[in-house]
């Protein structure tokens, strides 16, 4: 270890470091989403979503984001399990998730989309998705943040629940990508306007911290496996955020 | 200004060793917050408060450089002061390039090794390398400058301008800080800031709006006691600064830890979100010099400490801060990926950081050490001439 570390300082190890993890096996993914309660969001504020769940027994969500709510790479993105868990906790309840998600959205083409698509379908609460590509392209800042402000705003008017969802974590694009300045303005925008912001950046900064999933592999069937955990569980976790503290769900039997 | 690297050798001009100090200080937190994998990051200054490491590069470069170009004025006269400014534009754009280069080879390695379609988007950057002819050509017009490689651009643009800027402050520095500051207004009322790459992106560092802080480092550097007489009683001043920084300090803790934000009042928050490092905002002014004030209120120049072994290498970083910041920024690519393809966890994070603070030291040694020996071969040769030391 030592002498690979040395040679590390000196600037050859990338090479040696690379074959290194080659040949080590990926590590196996627990079956459950292992997380420490701090990442076991809760929320309380949603009064949209519990008025429709209690007087009409539906649920309807629209899902607004990029690439990443898409799913490339995964056999199911995040929202279809969200559905699945949310349908799962609601027994009596008629749950549907739509996705108005596109690869490449930024957030002003998302605040667009939210005011022409999303608002009309008239939903009880939004799950929206964004960041990456404004932090990718070097968007100006104070445009994203007052495009987060009037998405919120203009779906708060419409008496429709929001969550923010913040980026993904991958170790080997945060350097290349400058994400801290749209994070911090995303955790400003969410605690000035009492919205909940769910921290996917954090969540997959532990998971790859701890070597839980491993986000190098390189084979691409092992990749799409682990993207489909990932999804997977971010899906059921949202879903737990979102119903906690509330009387209507149950706690399923495992 | 040339100083011998053995601080006991007889400096021909006395130096002000806060100013190595500091920059040396701003480098390696530099170096460990470009490191997104290394949680020591979370003990710079960054996160002390609404001001970072940048500031403390841009007014002590502002501030060195009026003391190293002022003196060639005075001496030398002022077009040799220019060509010595430009050649040091060169120098820094030269360093910029580098960088690059040194950038594109990790993303090249990163798009052919580690293609996950999970990532697409976060690879976005990979698509602006599709067509070489223009984002090369945007980088050498320092349009296009991806992640962590906006500081140096930043930087070249105010040395670019600081002939005008020299011969206003050595005139009259007052004056030549208000129309600085009144830039500053006129900026931020128009919105203006250089055009980047891609097209609509503007500058990250505004160097319209961080030019204030640099003119400021100016006019402390060459100025510094007309400003004394003009600024309210010490006392006063050093109470108000820490009432400042105890402030920032517990609004900046809200942004990572949640369960303080209620402490914050709702107005309090609207009054001062967002908080613009591109275009400096105030409070981040105010903040840095508030920090400064209380810092040079504890540390003279003349601060036993400064001499302490311990602390040499943070003062001879300091004293060749461009090839320093060069190596630190290229070495937080290096540490990061062994965090990332080696092994992350903190005994190595704590290792990784140390070997490029150490690294970095060392080459501010070697760099020391040849300065050292050509200087002693100019003094056999010619008559003694003055050197510049940034």
Redesign the interface.
């Known amino acids: 270890m030592i002498a ?2 040395a040679l ?2 000196l ?1 050859v ?2 090479t040696v ?2 074959a ?2 080659a040949q080590a096996p990926a590590p196996v993914a627990p079956p459950a989403c292992d997380v420490p309660d701090q990442f076991r969001y809760l929320t309380d504020d949603l009064p949209f979503m519990d008025q429709a769940v209690k007087r009409t027994h539906t649920l309807k969500v629209v899902v607004v984001g ?3 709510t898409v799913g ?3 056999e199911n993105a995040y929202p279809a399990r969200f559905e699945k868990e949310l349908a799962r906790r609601l027994p009596g309840v008629q749950v549907s998730v739509t996705v108005k998600a596109k ?2 959205f930024t957030a002003v083409d998302m605040v667009k989309t939210i005011k022409s698509e999303v608002i009309p379908a008239k939903p009880a609460l939004v799950i929206w998705q964004t960041g ?2 404004d932090a ?7 445009t994203f ?1 007052d495009s987060l402000v009037a998405g919120i705003e203009a779906l708060h008017k419409a008496s429709i629940d929001v969550i923010l969802m913040d ?2 974590y ?9 994400l801290e ?1 749209y994070r ?2 995303m ?2 925008v969410a ?2 306007r009492d919205v909940f912001l769910f921290h996917r950046y954090d969540l997959m900064h532990y998971w790859s ?1 701890n070597q839980i999933f491993d ?4 084979d691409r069937a092992e ?1 799409r496996r ?2 489909d955990t ?1 999804h997977g569980c971010i899906g059921q976790m949202l879903a737990q955020a979102v119903l906690s503290n509330r009387d209507v769900a149950r706690e399923p039997s495992r | 200004m040339a100083v011998s690297p053995s601080l006991s050798a007889a400096p021909r001009t006395r130096r002000d060793l806060r100013l190595d100090f500091f920059r040396g200080l701003a480098l390696w937190f530099i170096f460990l917050d470009h490191m997104p994998s290394n949680t020591l990051n979370e003990y710079t200054i960054g996160h002390l408060g609404f001001s970072d490491a940048a500031e403390i590069f841009v007014f002590i470069s502002g501030f060195a450089a009026a003391v190293a170009y002022g003196s060639i004025l005075k001496r030398r006269g002022y077009v040799l002061a220019v060509a010595r400014i430009l050649r040091r534009v060169w120098q820094l754009y030269v360093a910029q390039i580098f960088l690059f280069v040194a950038f594109i080879a990790q993303v090249a390695y990163v798009a052919a090794r580690f293609q996950n379609p999970m990532f697409a988007e976060e690879m976005g950057i990979v698509q602006y390398f599709q067509e070489p002819h223009i984002s090369l050509l945007q980088a050498l017009l320092l349009k296009f400058r991806p992640a962590n490689l906006d500081i140096l651009p930043l930087y070249i643009v105010l040395l670019a301008s600081f002939p005008v800027v020299l011969w206003g402050i050595v005139r009259a520095p007052l004056v030549t800080l208000g129309i600085s500051a009144a830039f500053w207004g006129v900026v931020h009322y128009f919105h203006w800031n250089l055009a980047g790459y891609p097209p609509g992106t503007e500058w990250y560092f505004n160097p319209f709006a961080w030019q204030l802080l640099f003119v400021t480092g100016a006019v402390c550097g060459i100025e510094g006691d007309s400003l004394k007489k003009i600024l309210p009683h010490r006392n006063i001043l050093f109470a108000l600064a820490v009432v400042y920084l105890v402030f920032a300090l517990v609004i900046a803790k809200t942004w990572y830890v949640p369960q303080i934000e209620t402490l914050v009042p709702p107005w309090v928050g609207d009054l001062l979100y967002p908080i613009d490092k591109t275009n400096l905002d105030l409070l981040r002014y105010f903040h840095f010099l508030a920090m400064a004030y209380v810092t040079v209120y504890f540390v003279h120049a003349d601060s036993k400490f400064l001499h302490w072994r311990v602390f040499h290498p943070l003062v001879v970083c300091g004293q060749h801060s461009l090839q320093v910041f060069c190596v630190g920024t290229f070495l937080s690519f290096l540490g990061h990926w062994i965090l990332v393809q080696i092994n992350g966890s903190l005994p190595m994070q704590a290792l990784v950081s140390v070997t490029g603070i150490a690294l970095m030291s060392l080459l501010g040694y070697v760099l020391a050490w040849y300065k050292a020996k050509e200087a002693a071969r100019a003094t056999v040769a010619a008559p003694p001439r003055v050197g510049v030391a940034e």
Not at chain 1, 136 to 142: D, I, L, P, R
Not at chain 1, 172 to 178: H, I, K, L, Q, R
């Open positions: 690979r570390i590390g300082a600037g190890a990338m470091a690379v290194a993890s990029s690439a990443s490339p790479g995964a690869s490449g990456t590509v990718v392209q070097g968007a100006n800042a104070e943040a980026m993904q991958s170790p080997f694009t945060s350097s290349m990508v400058n300045l911090k303005l955790i400003w605690q000035r911290e986000l190098g592999v390189t990749q682990v993207a990932i």
